[in-house]
């Protein structure tokens, strides 16, 4: 872990291209220095000037009279490289470059003088931030190195939230609606280019950060895997959680990605679905990260997927109910005694009737403003109940918020998540304004509510699992890769590693396949046998639903041409026969390796849902226990796995053992494994998974 403390909390501070114009672009970081009252060493370098701000002027960073914790370097994008070595010959311990026109651009020099600043960082053992950086916002002293500041300071000095982002107007733009909604925020740091210094070290020294208790992120690209992946587990380790926004998701957004910071976007598929097994709250949207980041902030984590709702508006929970369902978030089915004490703070017309969730409490709440607390109070003690959901429509005038407190004292000695909804707007910021000082999270909307729920359901499911002692690894010997690979080969070879594949006979000749049918009966399929055939389809080289022998014999001579006059190039090892199964259900999985994180593990739905939908998720190795089944939750198509309408389900250990099978593999064949597609895995009437394809690639060299 790299320490980033001259960045985040100097002592001297070097501005080089201090402009003695102190509303230009290069003179404003003085004037932002002096205005902040805050006690720092301000040392700017202009060979032109002997005096900006009211600070004495030096002519280059040698001439400065001690070495800077930090320098800033403002000047022309030809002069930065010079300015860089500079400073680090002088023995400053970071440099923020806050010039542009480097990796950015599609100029070979601009990425060029990037790179070199980058190694004469490395060099001197000085830390670069940037280029094309806004750098760092101090917001609990109030100290920018930065030359966009909005002057403002956290109301709250404890400073338990940190933002880090690529993008400068990222950052500033987010660490401002953090502000806004009253959060104690400590730290905006934006990575910029990140020649050097990246959002994963940002992140690795946050995570040890004790006063930071909630990070938020808003990242284009992840350029060491391996290292953010550690980072994730030790933040699911440490139950730190991280609010994440990836821009560049899609083809449009990742090519904005590269125009903007010169960052190639990665598999967002496959960072997806690691985000999620580590825990990380992502969020799609800057609009989400306030109340997601004040709701994580209290420190509640639910502990059953259950939720409870409870408003005075019939809209309110209709909207919450919907979002609910959407999510496959199930609504708390509430035990006698909540229900009781439930019942006892409804109107007198609904005191006969069954109490449901959502609970609606109707307009005569007003009548009695700490209805709605007591309910809330007996929801948090329903064991069925994971987290509570509590909206309004307004602020219900000016006796409206006599519940604050009590609600606020609820949220805090409560162990489980206690969110807030107001409906309306202006009309109630001094409700909203008023929760928020008492650090209850607020949200517009019923339907974000039950999102921050989900989501922080979520992590603590993945904090649950990371407490989970691992098993005890099993000693056994890898199993090398098949000489020659085939799909004969592979399932061959699969099978040795446990896993379920549909039995296979090789057969050189027509009258061999013949046999070979009779031996396994009918129906049966017939297939190409090639080391150089991957995709048999595309060669006329399959054959399926083959009754009787004369049919086998045929296919067989019928393929055999078809693949010798397509590929004249490959080696025919003949055909492999096997007996046709009929699937209730298709599968895909298998091992793709990203060029980012490595080897992953994948499981989706076949057919349609993963052509069309793209039904599929990952899980990076290792594994941990129970992944089989949390690989299913992430799944559109879980409930055809689990026993729809009627379906057979899926055995769920022959699942997991499917996955742990291929994690073995990956572990075992890393760095000469180059993919493992096994496609269709077929679900059988009786819920048995049975492998009808492979293909097994290796490492291109």
Known sequence: MRDL???????SIAIVGASSTLTALAGKPVAFLRDSGVDVAVYPVNPSRDEIGGYTAYPDPSALPEAPDVGLVLVPAQAVVAAVEALAKRGAKAAVVISSGFGEGDRAEGAAAQARMGEIAREHGMLLLGPNTLGVHDYVRGLPLSFVWYGRKASDPAGTVAVVSQSGSGMTS??????????PLGYGIATGNEADVTVVDVLEHLAEDDRVKVIAAVFEEVRDGTRFIAVLRRLRELGKPLVALKVGRTESGSAMVKSHTGALAGSYPTLK?????????EVTDLDQIPGMVAAALLGHLPTVDGIAVVTNSGGAAAIAADRADELGVPLAQLGELAQGKVRENLPAFAQDQAVGNPIDVTAQSMQRPFSMVDIVDA???DPAVGGVVHAVPSSGGPAGGQWVDRLA????SSPKPVVSVILS????DGLRQRLRDRGVPVFSSPAAAVE???LLRRFGRAVESAAQPAAPAEEREPIPLPATITENSTLQWLSEYGVPVARQLLAATPEAAAEAAEELGYPVAVKISSPQIAHKTEVGGVALGLGDAASVKAAAQQVLASAAAARPDAVLEGVTVSRMVTPVLELISGIHIDPTFGPVVLLGLGGIWAEVLGDVTMRGLPLGPDEAERMVDDLQGAPLLRGARGRTPVDPAA????VDALARIAVEHDGELGGLDLNPVAVTAEGELVVLDAALFRTEV
């Open 174 to 183: 987010l660490s401002d609606r953090l502000l806004d909604a009253g959060l």
């Open 425 to 428: 707007g202006k009309e109630s």
């Open 409 to 412: 004292d609820t949220v805090h």
């Open 273 to 281: 679905a690691l985000l999620r097994q580590y825990g990380v709250i």
């Open 379 to 381: 929801l948090v003690e």
């Open 5 to 11: 403390t001259p960045l985040l909390a100097p002592r």
């Open 655 to 658: 699942l997991s053992a499917l």
């Open 452 to 454: 921050a729920l989900q």
